[in-house]
């Protein structure tokens, strides 16, 4: 167990790089995103954790990167209690990235505050738009900021995208795709795969970037290449510490069983 | 006439009206006024739930000044809970009401955001163990579903499983597409039928659920 340990963390302080092969659930995304047209009205949802921003933060800055590229406009909206403070670490850690690209707050992007009431709050959104808030998360007035204006019902929406798991895509799934037909994307939570893939192949969702190594599968194909990319080879240092245990141990408990028969 | 109103009667038939409306939009929608209904409904619903967030925080608040004052079990993490809230309350009231506030984004951002990637961290030491005790051949399924999470993790989930040898990646994504797939189509059909039935179960009184 000590020598596991110590391989587990010399490969974490010295991370192997590997060649990333994307998924087709994916490039689904990013080939979406890429056909959009410029000005499309995009939501976007950080509905994780503050200690799940490794497996979800990095897919939000990478796809806010692609969005803006493409000319979209981004309302930033949750559902959960971090969900704002999610924002705004995103937004921070963009900040020289959004200054390079002249981008303008209010007018390219905004943040909201949370929106209660979960699957609830998600259908209410689509029908009320805007008249949902009265103020952003900086406290200014929803009268005063641009992008916001453009934002009535589900109709101004071009597509969301729910991060953090399955919830908030399935919240958009059943109130925003299915009755009125608005795309959905998901960046959901490794342990989620299936679930994601499964609404892939059903058509549900435009595509999925899902974990960590999702995002940097997205960042190679978006050429922003960031910190996931370089915590994929954390991954690969965890995932081979499992697998090695495994071996190791069942190796063991295989020999300890054939002694006792003998 | 009190009784009644004070009984569950009323709340299962308001209840049982809400879910009637929100089930009708969705497969008639074309029906007058049923659309407006509901998202008149929504929004009250949303009211409903961010109101929870009141006696909740309430509820906490009178909790741990309980602990506090009878000095019970761990009455000190209680008081650290009270502490922080109030703290953090008090900033973000003193701050604007806003995320504008700097001291508010430390609380979180340098704060809360550090103690609680250090808890999911620790985590990590986890990732050594857990397996060890699980994923032992002790019977055929235990060697399937061991099998199955290596190929998955090494074909699906890193990309140094593709470095070791080109299969992983082919049989993991198989196992993806097929199996795993078809188990998540299997859960979300069983859970929105589980989930129907439950509220069923509640508008005719046999759940008590919240209403109880």
Redesign the interface.
């Known amino acids: 167990?000590p020598f596991?340990?110590i391989i587990?963390f010399a490969i974490l302080i010295n991370p192997?790089p590997?060649?990333?092969?994307t998924?087709r659930w994916t490039t689904a995304y990013y080939r979406y995103v890429e056909a959009l047209p410029s000005g499309s009205l995009v939501l976007l949802s950080p509905d994780f954790?503050?200690?799940g921003?490794?497996e979800n933060g990095y897919t939000g800055e990478a796809m806010l990167k692609q969005l803006w590229r493409k000319g979209a406009d981004v309302i930033i909206v949750g559902y959960q209690a971090e969900s704002?403070?999610m924002a705004?670490?995103m937004l921070?850690r963009l900040n020289d990235w959004i200054k390079a690209h002249n981008l303008v707050y209010g007018m390219d992007y905004v943040?909201l505050p949370m929106?209660?009431?979960?699957e609830?709050?998600a259908?209410?959104l689509a029908?009320?738009g805007k008249d949902?808030f009265s103020?952003d998360?900086?406290?200014t007035p929803i009268s005063q900021i641009p992008i916001m204006q453009r934002f009535t019902n589900y109709a101004s929406i071009n597509l969301c995208i729910g991060m953090g798991g399955r919830a908030t895509t399935g919240y958009y799934i059943s109130h925003w795709f299915i009755?009125y037909g608005v795309r959905v994307g998901d960046a959901g939570a490794?342990l989620g795969?299936?679930?994601s893939?499964?609404t892939f192949?059903k058509g549900q969702i435009v595509g999925a970037v899902v974990?960590l190594?999702g995002t940097?599968e997205y960042e190679s194909l978006i050429g922003e290449f960031s910190v996931a990319t370089k915590l994929?080879g954390t991954?690969?240092a965890?995932?081979?510490?499992?697998?090695g245990?495994?071996i190791i141990?069942?190796i063991n408990?295989?020999l300890k069983k054939f002694g006792r028969k003998t | 006439m009190t009784a009644y109103l004070k009984s569950r009667q009323p709340v299962i038939y308001l209840l049982a009206f809400c879910t009637l409306v929100c089930l009708l939009q969705?497969f008639f929608?074309q029906v007058p006024g049923l659309t407006p209904a509901?998202?008149y409904l929504?929004?009250w619903?949303?009211?409903l739930?961010?109101f929870v967030?009141i006696p909740s925080t309430i509820s906490l608040i009178v909790r741990s000044a309980k602990s506090v004052q009878k000095r019970k079990e761990r009455w000190y993490v209680d008081a650290i809970i009270l502490a922080m809230m109030i703290i953090t309350a008090g900033v973000y009231l003193s701050g604007?009401?806003?995320?504008?506030s700097t001291q508010y984004?430390w609380i979180?951002?340098i704060l809360?955001?550090a103690c609680?990637?250090a808890?999911?961290g620790i985590m990590?030491l986890w990732?050594?163990y857990i397996?060890?005790q699980t994923?032992?051949?002790k019977n055929v399924d235990m060697a399937l579903f061991?099998i199955t999470?290596?190929i998955t993790?090494?074909g699906?989930?890193?990309?140094?499983?593709?470095?070791i040898w080109g299969g992983f990646?082919i049989i993991g994504?198989w196992i993806?597409?097929y199996p795993?797939?078809g188990?998540?189509?299997a859960?979300?059909v069983l859970t929105g039928v589980g989930v129907l039935l439950t509220g069923l179960r509640m508008i005719r009184g046999q759940e008590k659920g919240v209403i109880a």
């Open positions: 167990m596991v340990l587990f192997i590997f060649p990333i092969a998924n954790v503050a200690a921003y490794t704002p403070m705004d670490k921070l943040s929106v209660t009431g979960l609830v709050g259908a209410a029908q009320k949902l103020v998360v900086y406290g009755p490794t795969l299936g679930g893939i499964a192949d974990g190594t940097a994929v991954l690969n965890a995932v081979l510490t499992m697998v245990s495994v141990i069942n408990f295989v | 969705v929608p509901y998202g929504s929004s619903m949303s009211i739930i961010g967030y604007g009401q806003s995320m504008s984004r979180f951002n809360y955001t609680q990637s808890v999911w990590a990732l050594v397996p060890t994923f032992l051949f061991t999470a290596v993790a090494l699906v989930h890193a990309p140094v499983g593709t470095a990646p994504q993806v597409n795993d797939k188990v998540s189509y859960t979300g």
